[in-house]
């Protein structure tokens, strides 16, 4: 079985822009030379080394401007001339077959960081602290999409529904591409990287269905990272406050799904 993809003109200036923002974040962001893991760090270091990441501003900016693109082309005519532009050159010059491989691949980059984790190579994180590191910053990216989705009502490029911008499967693929970097850029940056152009290659099919615009994908990719980078500057604080001994036990977070309010437990077992 194999997945037959139409010729499609590479020279649109907004998919070149696209590849070269989620390499930029993938190399920007991750270490060209690669360090111990941090489990190998001696027990009697501090485990404030172990929790606390490597979030920085600089290491937000294109996360942001990728977002800031999305709202500002929600209103701005010569972005949305530019989401039209691709589309005709991606679909309406090149009509061809749908794939269904993106409603996978958005979850490659986690279920492959908690493979590498299960294969014996140790990243940042135990599998417990990793588990509740991913699932709070997938209850925040899909919270937060959701809620846009609701607010801005943009339709999709093929008519079907109005709530397309922004992406949600481009947001879960970065969300897992972040958390994978984040995990693992101490052993490889290469394991980043994998994850960015897995994330990338799926915001390219939202785009390439005829699902989502440029500014959609953009805006979704930049969400999952934050999502990620705020979930792991957050979380030590947590566990400083409502464990003991430095052992998690529970988190209580809100969230926002399909209209409605509610919380959503953690629980260490």
Request: glycine share 6%; aromatic share 14%; net charge positive.
């Amino acid at each position: 079985m194999y997945w037959k993809f139409a010729a499609i003109n590479m020279k649109a200036p907004s998919l070149i822009c696209l590849f070269l923002l989620v390499y930029s974040i993938a190399f920007a962001q991750s270490p060209q030379i690669a360090s111990p893991a941090i489990d190998s760090i001696p027990p009697n270091h501090s485990r404030e080394m172990i929790t606390k990441p490597d979030v920085t501003w600089r290491s937000i900016i294109i996360p942001g401007t990728m977002i800031a693109y999305g709202v500002v082309a929600l209103n701005c005519d010569w972005f949305q001339d530019w989401n039209e532009s691709l589309k005709d050159e991606v679909w309406t010059q090149n009509p061809h077959n749908l794939v269904h491989i993106d409603n996978y691949l958005q979850w490659a980059p986690a279920a492959s960081t908690f493979a590498l984790g299960f294969a014996g190579i140790k990243g940042r994180h135990n599998f417990t602290d990793r588990a509740l590191l991913f699932g709070m910053a997938e209850l925040i990216q899909s919270s937060v999409v959701a809620s846009i989705k609701k607010i801005s009502g943009e339709t999709r490029p093929n008519g079907e529904s109005n709530q397309s911008f922004p992406s949600g499967h481009t947001s879960n693929a970065f969300t897992g591409a972040e958390f994978m970097r984040l995990e693992y850029k101490n052993v490889s940056p290469w394991y980043g990287v994998y994850g960015y152009v897995v994330a990338a290659s799926t915001g390219f099919l939202r785009m390439y269905n005829n699902k989502h615009w440029l500014s959609d994908v953009l805006a979704g990719a930049g969400t999952g990272i934050l999502s990620v980078d705020f979930t792991y500057y957050i979380y030590p604080k947590i566990k400083r406050l409502f464990s003991s001994k430095h052992t998690l036990h529970a988190i209580v977070i809100p969230t926002y799904n399909n209209g409605a309010m509610g919380l959503t437990l953690i629980r260490n077992f």
